[in-house]
């Protein structure tokens, strides 16, 4: 199908959480809106899992940020299961937990929901469509084609986004990788998200339960290539499914009915998130908590922020350059944070008697905090800890 129209105010690339919540913020201020989405269909495959804090939790963790309504008020229908407690596990198996309110949502319906809600507002919304950014113009192939001249492209294309690359933007860092199965017959306690760590289940990162309901959960493992040793992130998985001392009591009986897998970014944000007529958003744009790989608020936060601020600028109100500061302000902190703490417990990933010892040290609210972006005091002596081994 070709593209009958030849310019648009704002082209959104990429239709997950980032990009259908600045197409619905830029939709609402009344300008051209053009959403661009390779797949076939929004949010399959999943790639990720679905946990959310809820809309308390979510002001604690982003003080300063405007939180869309899609991801304050989730419906119940995209609802699978709510939790009450986060328990972290050490590579001892000792566990610490703290109270978190959180729900686990159906990505493929959470995600196509978000969309409908940018259409709904006025996007004109492309399925299984590439986009590839040549200075301003978006030559587009697949279901349609055409070439559209676009006044801001927001680049939210996932954390390998070509429109980061094509404007420059792009940098080398670190990704994460995961593998998650979702399992069901599993004998879990269904009010709590599981965090475990060690050097066999999850080198460099931490292997996960978060319940689905009373006997399903996603399973996961997340790590970085470098810590992967010329190991395959299946044999992690499985080997923590069947042999960690904790969690195969749990998982013994499982049966996988679901296989997902996704690149994390693990870096925190690249240098410039804005270049030119170009604003990153979601992943691309590298806005993900490096303490624990979530990124679905502040994707949508991002997304946000960029919807917003590219139709200012389209109805000539605003400048383009008040994309970065607005993120800083709204997110800037908890991100550089978490960056700086995953650097600390990096060190100490390595050993798991130094991360027994870190476990030791923080009690659960400092562990929460740690969660949030926040850095307390037993992680600063943790730094002496690693200094003077």
Not at 155 to 174: L, V, Y
Not at 325 to 330: F, G, H, L, Y
Not at 337 to 351: A, K, Q
Request: hydrophobic share 45%; proline share 5%; charged share 25%.
């Amino acid at each position: 199908m070709r593209i009958d129209q030849d310019r648009v105010d704002i082209a959104v690339v990429g239709a997950g959480p980032a990009g259908s919540a600045a197409a619905e913020a830029a939709a609402k201020l009344g300008v051209d809106v053009l959403l661009i989405e390779r797949k076939r269909e929004v949010g399959t495959p999943v790639q990720c899992g679905g946990f959310l804090p809820e809309a308390g939790e979510l002001h604690d963790l982003l003080p300063n940020a405007k939180i869309p309504d899609a991801l304050e008020k989730v419906s119940e229908g995209q609802t699978l299961h709510r939790t009450r407690v986060q328990r972290i596990y050490a590579p001892s198996g000792k566990a610490k937990e703290f109270p978190v309110s959180g729900r686990v949502v159906d990505r493929r319906g959470f995600d196509r929901a978000l969309a409908w809600r940018a259409a709904r507002a006025g996007a004109r919304v492309l399925v299984g469509t590439r986009a590839r950014l040549e200075g301003s113009s978006l030559l587009l192939s697949g279901r349609s084609s055409g070439t559209i001249e676009a006044g801001v492209v927001i680049g939210s294309d996932g954390p390998s986004s070509a429109t980061a690359r094509s404007a420059g933007m792009a940098c080398r860092q670190e990704m994460g990788v995961c593998l998650e199965y979702e399992m069901v017959d599993v004998d879990i306690d269904p009010d709590a998200a599981e965090m475990y760590f060690g050097a066999r289940s999850a080198p460099g990162g931490y292997a996960w339960i978060i319940p689905l309901g009373q006997d399903v959960a996603n399973v996961g493992v997340g790590t970085r290539s470098a810590y992967l040793a010329g190991r395959k992130l299946r044999d992690l998985l499985e080997s923590f499914i069947a042999n960690h001392p904790v969690a195969k009591e749990k998982l013994q009986r499982g049966e996988v009915m679901a296989v997902m897998r996704g690149l994390v970014p693990a870096g925190g944000m690249p240098p410039a998130i804005a270049k030119g007529n170009v604003l990153l958003a979601g992943d691309a744009a590298g806005m993900v908590m490096a303490t624990s790989g979530g990124g679905i608020p502040l994707a949508m936060v991002g997304g946000r922020a960029a919807g917003e601020v590219a139709a200012r600028h389209a109805r000539g109100e605003a400048d383009l350059g008040e994309y970065p500061s607005r993120i800083a302000t709204e997110m800037g902190r908890e991100l550089a944070n978490s960056v700086r703490i995953r650097e600390v417990v990096d060190r100490m990933m390595r050993s798991d008697r130094l991360m027994d010892a870190l476990f030791a040290m923080l009690p659960p609210d400092q562990m929460k905090a740690i969660m949030r972006g926040q850095i307390p005091g037993a992680l600063e002596r943790a730094q002496d800890l690693v200094a003077n081994r």
